[in-house]
């Protein structure tokens, strides 16, 4: 027979093997056997497929990108067009502004106009008009200059260097808005031919580092110089600031006032519009003095595009408020104290009050007379009412925790209402020593010894307590005079800190009252922006604003020479909200940064005094919405402030800076960020750590002593979770003794070098001291650029 060899068929039956949900990675590849599942197809319509599908969609991106370049260059085109402001800053002390300014005129063959303010230049050449703002090295002139801005000319010397205000200018510029930048140097003559080119790449690396994009410096030595400058003014679009975009402002080019009874009267502001439309419902503000109404909107056309004063007659008016829809000037709730829980006080509040008296009027039990640090102007009455160092026992505020504990939290409160009658202790104030008799013992206003000494103890002091708190972070001592149960009666212990609950709405303070708090933010926002974008005043009209009820000192204030900015707000922005700001801490900086520092916040286009308070900026792990509170702004940690201001909308860039005492004109920048939310569920709590020493150890158990000093304290903290800086967790079981031993039951063994520790939280909230910052008025520059407008008005009549 002849031997066969058996084939299998392509038709052999193969049954499924049963489909395990747990096979390792060997036996899913063993099973497969090289195997390559098959790939589904895609269903059309995630992106074009043939040849005229992308040219429809590279059509209709390229559509949109016109769009949008017109919608940036539109309010220039055109007859009627707006100018293109252009800001003139020195960044150096030798810089000849004058000279500049002539080079960019002659370029064109004109002259330079006489008179203070903005300077106007119309050229057929590029069919573009111009407003020069030559400004002088203040640095709030400065500021305001370049909230309005489409350009940035930076004049750098070529025999100077930046000095410290040039680099602080650069610095604010690029944190409140992006401007377009165009470096130019002066002196370049002056300087050896062979050193010309080593002196630009210099000023180029320097410009960089605040602008990387910028790769050339120019100059206006001669004509074609100056020629190149404006034809690049001309013909760049320039940057576009998303939140002042969203707001319609104006550069004053004329300010008149109409006094009424009073100090109070209508200004009159005229200017080319920019930005959203103006809408005569919605308030206005004006640098350093507030929130106004607006009265009517009247157009304010030019008879000729050089002379800001001759204005045609018949100025029709564009928009006037309804007085259903006008925004009020009301900024904060009034809180009705009735609604408030009505108790009777107990006989232990009784005698304390009495005890308070007693002490307020000068009869101590050892008949030694009492003298208190109070502002001057006060009298005996209103002295009694004032919570001195010694009265601490008697304060029903809460105390700062820090290495004394009994150091003062709340010495920077502010008087709940503006017009209140009793003094309020800011540090701007001048202090007296006022006995109960009402004697007044006078002090030197110098500086002796003993003041110098003071000053450099509290200075030691402020280092070493950032040291101490970088070192062991929220540690205190338990107070031996005082029961930790009284002590720390306000805190409580948490399980967890990011999933223990803690309600939003218990023990509001009565600042919350004031505020206003929106049920959705984000709707709200979305509405108000687009209500915005609907006006009569559209961008690049000149118009002059009649704004009522405007102190006269606003108008005395102003000055030609100087920037007069005017911007609209949205709806609700007058409104007093909690706002929470993302910062973070500048590098240059090296004091120690303490919550409730006063501080000067740029944010958009207000300046205010706040105090904020600190906080850890979260990971969005937690479902408590609580945040650790910071006592100091850490370096290189992002971290958000808390404060009390009016509503934001938008992404506004936000800039904290430290005043300084000898020169107003350089502040020192602490911090930048920008505007995150207004959350006023969200908790900020202030962590404490108390901490014990293992005395005795028995394997999970252990005697703890130093943490408490008596047996009702250890009894009153024993629902609170211990743990151990190695990681160990417990409990405590009993007190021993009656000095504040305790036995605590751990889930494991613990070490004799462990360090055993309790955590207590406490909410914390801001306080109601924000205020305008009316600072930046110098009175020589005001009353000079007075005068010279003066001079020239009596020129022209």
Known sequence: ????????????????????????????????????????????????????????????????????????????????????????????????????????????????????????????????????????????????????????????????????????????????????????????????????????????????????????????????????????????????????????????????FEEHEGEMGTLKVTGVARGAPFNANRLVHLQNYGDFQIDKILSAPLATATRMSDMQEDAAVLDEPKSEDQDDLVSENEPDFMENEQTWPTEEELAEAEERVRHMNGNSNDGSKVTKRVPKGTSVYQAAWIVDEEDAEYSDIDDEDDENMMEDDDEDVEPAGADTEFPSFDDDDEYENLDMNGKENEEEDEFDAVEEDRQLQEYLARQKELKTHTDFPDEIDTPLDIPARTRFARYRGLQSFRTSPWDPYENLPIDYSRIFQYENYNRTKNRVLTQNLVGNVKAKTRVTLYIKDVPKEAYESYSPSRPFVV??????????????????????????????????????????????????????????????????????????????????????????????????????????????????????????????????????????????????????????????????????????????????????????????????????????????????LNATIVQGGAQKSMDVDAMEE
């Open 567 to 776: 911007f609209g707000l949205l709806q609700y922005e007058h409104k007093m909200t909690v706002l929470n700001l993302q910062i973070t801490r500048d590098n240059a900086y090296e004091e120690p940064v303490r919550s409730k520092d006063p501080m000067i916040l740029h944010m958009g286009y207000r300046r205010m005094v706040v105090r904020p308070i600190y906080s850890q900026r979260g990971n969005g792990k937690g479902s408590n919405n609580v945040h650790k509170f910071e006592r100091f702004l850490q370096m290189g940690k992002p971290a958000v402030a808390t404060i009390y201001a009016p509503t934001v909308f938008g992404k506004v860039p936000c800039l904290l800076y430290k005043e300084n005492e000898d020169d107003i004109n350089d502040p020192t920048l602490v911090s930048v960020g920008s505007f995150m939310d207004t959350d006023t569920k969200r908790i900020v709590a202030k962590r404490i750590v108390l901490s014990g020493h293992p005395y005795k150890i028995h394997k999970r158990s252990a005697v703890i002593r130093f943490m408490f000093f008596n047996s009702e304290d250890v009894h009153w903290f024993k629902p609170v979770q211990i743990t151990t800086k190695y990681g160990r967790t417990g409990h405590i079981r009993e007190s021993l003794g009656t000095h504040g031993y305790m036995k605590v039951m751990f889930d494991g063994p613990i070490t004799q070098q462990d360090t055993v520790m309790l955590y207590l939280y406490k909410r914390v909230f801001p306080k109601w001291n924000t205020k305008l910052w009316k600072g930046g």
């Open 1 to 256: 027979m002849e031997s066969t060899r058996h084939r299998a068929g392509g038709l052999k039956q193969s049954n499924k093997p049963f489909k395990s949900k747990h096979s390792s990675k060997g036996t899913l590849k063993e099973k497969s056997k090289g195997k390559i599942n098959r790939v589904s197809i895609k269903q059309r319509g995630q992106g074009p497929s043939n040849k005229a599908d992308r040219r429809h969609a590279a059509r209709v991106a390229q559509q949109k990108k016109r769009q949008e370049v017109y919608e940036t260059t539109r309010v220039f085109e055109g007859k009627d067009g707006a100018p293109k402001i252009v800001a003139v800053v020195p960044l150096c002390d030798d810089i000849d502004m004058d000279l500049a300014l002539r080079n960019l005129y002659q370029s064109v063959e004109q002259s330079v106009p006489q008179g203070p303010g903005p300077l106007w230049m119309q050229t057929e050449r590029f069919k573009h008009k111009f407003q020069f703002m030559p400004l002088q090295r203040n640095f709030i002139d400065i500021m305001d200059a370049m909230k309005v801005a489409d350009f940035a000319l930076f004049l750098m010397s070529a025999e100077v260097e930046v000095d410290k205000f040039g680099i602080n200018c650069l610095l604010g510029v690029l944190n409140q808005g992006l401007v377009s930048p165009i470096p130019v140097v002066q002196h370049l003559e002056k300087t050896a031919p062979k050193l010309r080119t080593n002196i630009k790449k210099s000023l180029v690396s320097f410009v960089q580092q605040f602008y990387p994009e910028e790769s050339r410096i120019h100059t206006l030595d001669n004509e074609s110089d100056a020629m190149t400058v404006l034809r690049m003014i001309a013909t760049q679009r320039p940057r576009a600031i998303n939140w002042r975009e969203q707001h319609p402002y104006l550069l004053a080019e004329n300010v008149e």
